[in-house]
């Protein structure tokens, strides 16, 4: 892994360490005894119900306190082999979980834990009750081979809807060294090797903190034949790799952090949603081939001077998605603003548009390409705000880590066409991060004029942090005296019919 990547300072502070993964583990080793033993009470009302009917009750626990119910009388003793939903999970797969205080006797213990529980939930079932969801989390290591055969057998032998398995590393991504990545991606590699019938039965598979071989990954791809969501956070085949993806089934895919220099799509008829953020490539990190079913697309980076101004009419391609979604993390604009003669192919069908995270210090006239290139639009939201907290603000750090030292939106630039434009299909704007400053005023007057058919408009606060809770001051409208001189500003004097929202939710 790259070096520059892993020092990002702008990626989130780590989380003060939680307890919720190794508490976890010492739960299942309660679940993990539940053979030995007895339960003495009596028999109460529930007991008297239908099998289907105390089931249904007893599942709206979480699985740990569903199966333990099992001591409470022998009526009750046959509950775990009868759920229809198991989810098992140690850890935490949140990427900002705090994982340096994990050894390696923790994991052990939570993994040999895990298996227990499995072993105990799984094979004594039959064919009776199946299994309409079976979801595991655990560590990669000791044991992973055990549990992955314990599932590849309930896989095959009883009915089995939906399989989710999500794959931890002991150590987190920004603690982990390149030689971490490649031990983890070793011992992946062993897990696929050693239980493929369990690959070959996952609807879902969530991998993190892995380098893994070139052939390695459509290895996975290829066994995974029900595979429908695949997520990889700080995973890849090397510095400046290329990733191919073609699978017949996967409808979402997620690629988090990764040095892949590129993401090519080449075959995935099914895939509709893609969530693709912080990429290190200086030139176009997606290329879109087969994707007809494509419907909404997130893209989120951090970027730096190198980064390219992506021009969506070149990446996209042919693809022509109903729901965008791009977050700039505070930082440098990246997306080159572009006229309806090359985006007018790309935007057709396009109906939701979220631009989030932008600058304060950003105009924004430049995000009104979208509403004239996108001519069947419906809502469009744009969010403006400076996250303190996950910035680089001091001058010498921001020019040696390669931050923009030029204005942050000044190569996004669009030209108002001379005849002006009418847009006839956005009903709703939402502005979050809203003052009542020039630059926001003239942005909503901006398109009020151009959307001729709006209806309504949500002027958001700035969002609320709870780690930095920064007392700024703002110019938010607070107070019916500020927000009538508003609604009258767009009402009567621009002559909308719009309706003014001043939500109270800061989210």
């Known amino acids: 892994m790259s070096s520059s990547l892993r020092r990002r300072p702008a990626a989130r502070p780590m989380a003060k360490p939680s307890a919720k993964g190794l508490n976890s583990s010492n739960r299942w080793s309660s679940l993990a005894n539940l053979g030995e033993e007895e339960g003495h009470h009596q028999d109460d009302r529930l007991s008297n119900l239908p099998n289907d009917l105390l089931l249904n009750i007893i599942e709206r626990l979480g699985t ?19 759920l229809s939903k198991i989810c098992l999970t140690v850890g935490s797969s949140d990427y900002d979980y705090d994982r340096s205080k994990l050894t390696c006797d923790h994991v052990v213990r939570a993994n040999a834990n895990m298996l227990q529980a499995t072993r105990n939930l799984l094979e004594n079932r039959t064919s009776l009750y199946p299994i309409h969801l079976l979801r595991l989390q655990f560590f990669l290591g000791d044991e ?35 030689d971490d990545f490649l031990t983890h ?17 996952l609807t879902r598979l969530s991998l993190e903190n892995l380098r893994l ?45 990764s040095d892949f220099e590129r993401v090519d799509l080449n075959w995935l008829p099914k895939l509709t949603t893609l969530s693709f953020a ?3 490539s200086k030139h176009d990190p997606l290329s879109f081939g087969y994707v007809p079913l494509l419907q909404t697309l997130s893209i989120s980076n951090t970027a730096l001077s190198y980064h390219k101004m992506l021009k969506l009419s070149e990446l996209l391609g042919k693809a022509t998605i109903r ?4 977050n700039f993390e505070s930082e440098k604009i990246w997306v080159k603003p572009e006229g309806p003669r090359e ?45 303190q907290c996950d910035m680089v603000e001091d001058e010498e750090l921001r020019k040696r880590l390669k931050y923009t030292e030029v204005k942050k939106d000044a190569c996004a630039r669009w030209e108002a066409p001379a005849s002006g434009f009418k847009h006839h299909n956005l009903t709703v704007l939402r502005i979050f991060g809203f003052q009542s400053e020039d630059k926001f005023v003239d942005y909503i007057a901006g ?35 500020e927000r009538i001189a508003l609604r009258n500003i767009f009402n009567w004097e621009m002559c909308s019919l719009a309706r003014i929202h001043f939500p109270s939710s800061r989210n």
């Open 64 to 82: 740990a306190d569903a199966a333990r119910t099992s001591i409470l009388s022998r009526r009750w003793k046959p509950i775990p082999a009868m």
């Open 144 to 178: 992973s081979d055990s549990i992955g055969r314990t599932v590849a057998d309930t896989i095959s032998t009883q009915k089995v809807g939906s399989v989710e398995l999500t794959l931890l590393t002991k150590k987190g991504g920004s603690q982990c060294s390149p």
């Open 185 to 201: 991606g070793k011992r992946l590699k062993s897990f696929v090797d050693a239980c493929p019938n369990t690959f070959s039965g």
């Open 213 to 257: 071989g070139e052939s390695d990954f459509p290895k996975i791809l290829s066994i995974s034949k029900q595979l429908e969501f695949l997520r990889l956070c700080n995973c890849d085949m090397g510095l400046l790799s290329l990733l191919e993806v073609e699978h017949p089934q996967l409808r979402e895919l997620e690629i988090l952090k």
């Open 278 to 280: 912080c990429w290190i």
């Open 323 to 326: 729901d965008l979604h791009l």
């Open 343 to 387: 985006l007018s192919q790309v935007f057709d069908k396009l109906r939701l548009v979220s631009l989030a995270d932008i600058s304060e210090e950003c105009d924004l006239t430049w995000t009104m390409f979208v509403l004239q290139d996108a001519p069947s639009l419906q809502e469009l939201s744009i969010k403006v705000w400076d996250h």
């Open 447 to 481: 398109v009020i004029e151009a959307a001729v058919g709006l209806e309504d408009i949500y002027l958001y606060e700035k969002p609320a942090c709870e780690t930095c809770k920064r007392n700024t001051k703002d110019s938010y409208p607070r107070t019916n005296k």
